[in-house]
């Protein structure tokens, strides 16, 4: 069954106090607070070194009001995993364990251990918030900054490489739910947490997290640059379990009409400023070619 929530129907309840130690506009601010309302009290966090680490705080100034297991960069998958095993010794299954890093711990440094939850099949939820850098640490490129984007470490011409696909790594370990959300659209991003939870094994949903410091816009754009990126095609909201795969929300509609030009979205931020005509040229022949299959 469908789930649908409204603003109308929203829990009340939160998560994660008023004040916390997030940049102004940070979409991770709306993504965590949304996950938390969908996740409940009953929720054991798994988080790396990123950029949440900041946001949250430690102990006894921590703004998350659940409890939080600080671990390294590259164990957050198996810390998870051995946080459910001691939740299912303990007879509490109705725990949830949610393992929560971002892109440079999930996809590059956390790669290892993520995989070898997932081919296990460990009943975890993790989340990725993809702000397409190492936002934390000074702004370097990671596996999933975009092919042209200017960071500390690729200066001039920008990253030669295109985004590294985690969400299709993770799905070729056909794990019980998979799935994209973005910033922009918390509702879709707290039905699927919903839908996630509620299911066995292993699941993974993977946020797109505008970043307004690192990608260089206004703080108060956070919510039009991350709905521009599904607008135009360049990330799409979707969801894969024992169903097969379908696109959710906004993506539905570009599905079904003509996208935006990827220009509308590479405007809005300063880290795409290098870009040449032929590069932005290739990239939305990318775009159109990832729809039409």
């Known amino acids: 069954m469908e789930i649908k929530t409204s603003i109308l129907n929203l829990t009340e309840d939160e998560g994660v ?14 993504v965590y607070k949304i996950a938390l309302k969908a996740l409940g009290k009953n929720t054991i966090l798994v988080v790396p070194p990123s950029c949440l680490t900041v946001l949250q705080g430690l102990y006894p100034i921590a703004s998350t009001k659940l409890p939080c297991l600080n671990v390294t960069f590259a164990s957050t998958g198996a810390a998870a ?20 890093a971002g892109d440079g711990g999930t996809g590059d440094i956390g790669i290892q251990a993520l995989s070898g939850a997932c081919e296990r099949g460990d009943d975890i939820l993790y989340i990725c918030y993809d702000n397409e850098a190492y936002m934390n640490t000074g702004v370097q490129r990671s596996g999933t900054t975009p092919q042209g984007v200017i960071t500390t470490t690729t200066p001039i011409k920008g990253k030669v490489q295109v985004k590294k696909d985690i969400p299709a790594i993770v799905a070729a370990h056909n794990i019980a739910y998979l799935a994209t ?3 922009a659209y918390p509702l879709d991003l707290y039905d699927k947490v919903k839908k996630a939870i509620s ?3 292993t699941k993974y949903i993977h946020v797109h997290t505008p970043c307004p410091p690192g990608w260089g816009f206004e703080s108060r754009m956070t919510v039009k640059v991350g709905k521009l990126a599904v607008e ?23 599905k079904d009409k003509s996208r935006l030009p990827v220009t509308d979205y590479f405007k809005t931020q300063d880290r795409f400023k290098s870009l040449s ?14 729809w039409r299959e």
Not at 85 to 100: D, E, G, T, Y
Not at 232 to 254: Q, W
């Open 17 to 30: 106090y008023p004040g916390n130690r997030a940049c102004a506009g940070c979409g991770l601010g709306i």
């Open 81 to 100: 995993t051995g946080v459910r095993a001691a939740m299912n010794a303990l007879k509490k299954q109705n725990i949830n364990v949610v393992a929560f």
């Open 181 to 183: 959300a973005s910033a």
């Open 199 to 201: 299911l066995k094994g």
């Open 232 to 254: 135009t095609g360049l990330f799409d909201l979707y969801e894969k379990d024992a169903a097969g795969f379908r696109h959710t929300g906004a993506s539905k509609k570009v």
């Open 277 to 290: 005509d032929e590069l932005i040229g290739d990239i939305q022949d990318q775009v159109d070619r990832k």
